[in-house]
């Protein structure tokens, strides 16, 4: 099962790196619950990654680290694409935690210091 739920990790950082929105259908499920978003639903996904692409063009998102236990993966992960804020600060970096089940992503829990970037 470690294998499987990884590999739906993946799946989801390299859909956004390639754009490629529509993967989402095949990577959330129909009911999946945003929790940071306050979002449920597969057009939530498409609509935030659509709007960070807009935003930010360049972004990519590098996976630093990926832990699983059972159903949960916990990501950190670093923000390419982005400009620095004026103090030269570190790229942003998003922690998040999500469950899978029957083979796509159910729920999502994270963080991230990309308001703070530009601090």
């Known amino acids: 099962m470690t294998d499987s739920v990884r590999t739906v990790g993946h799946s989801m950082y390299e859909a956004f790196n390639a ?38 063009p360049d972004v990519q998102i590098l996976v630093e680290d990926m832990l699983v236990d059972g159903d949960r993966v916990a990501v950190r992960t670093t923000m390419h694409g982005i400009p620095a804020g004026s103090g030269g600060h570190a790229l942003p970096t998003m922690m998040e935690i999500f469950r899978v089940q029957d083979g796509r992503i159910a729920e999502l829990w994270g963080m991230s210091t990309l308001n703070r970037a530009d601090r």
């Not at 490629?20 to 959330?28: L, P, Q, R, V, Y």
């Open 19 to 56: 754009r490629d929105i529509a993967a989402a259908e095949t990577i959330f499920s129909a009911d999946f619950v945003s929790h940071p978003l306050g979002t449920t639903g597969v057009e939530s996904v498409r609509k935030a990654w659509a709007g960070l692409h807009a935003t930010f």
